[in-house]
């Protein structure tokens, strides 16, 4: 989605040598936030119960997803940002 108005955040609860070695390895390149394994900050404030959770946010700052299935969540990020999916 390179040239859109669109951001992406990371929050992992791996230990955080472990979330540094995957974002090298799979060169991802968005910024991750690390929250403790139970009972974290950023999790509570989320009400993140299972891990990956996903959310898009509209520009209105309204959840527009919330759930584990990233083919679901990226086709709603791409109608954000008006990139055509595979299906429409």
């Known amino acids: 989605m390179e040239g859109k108005n669109f951001t992406?955040?990371?929050?992992?609860?791996d230990k955080l040598e472990d979330g540094?070695?995957?974002?090298?390895?799979?060169?991802?390149?968005?910024?991750s936030f690390q929250n403790i394994q139970e009972g974290g900050k950023i999790s509570t404030l989320w009400e993140v119960n299972a891990w990956p959770t996903i959310l898009v946010i509209d520009q209105n700052l309204?959840?527009?997803y919330r759930g584990h299935d990233g083919h679901e969540a990226s086709k709603i990020?791409?109608?954000l940002v008006g990139t055509p999916t595979v299906d429409g």
Not at 8 to 13: E, P, T
Not at 20 to 31: D, H, T
């Open 62 to 64: 309204k959840i527009v």
């Open 8 to 13: 992406l955040i990371g929050v992992n609860s």
């Open 20 to 31: 540094r070695a995957a974002a090298k390895k799979n060169e991802l390149n968005w910024r």
């Open 77 to 79: 990020a791409k109608g």
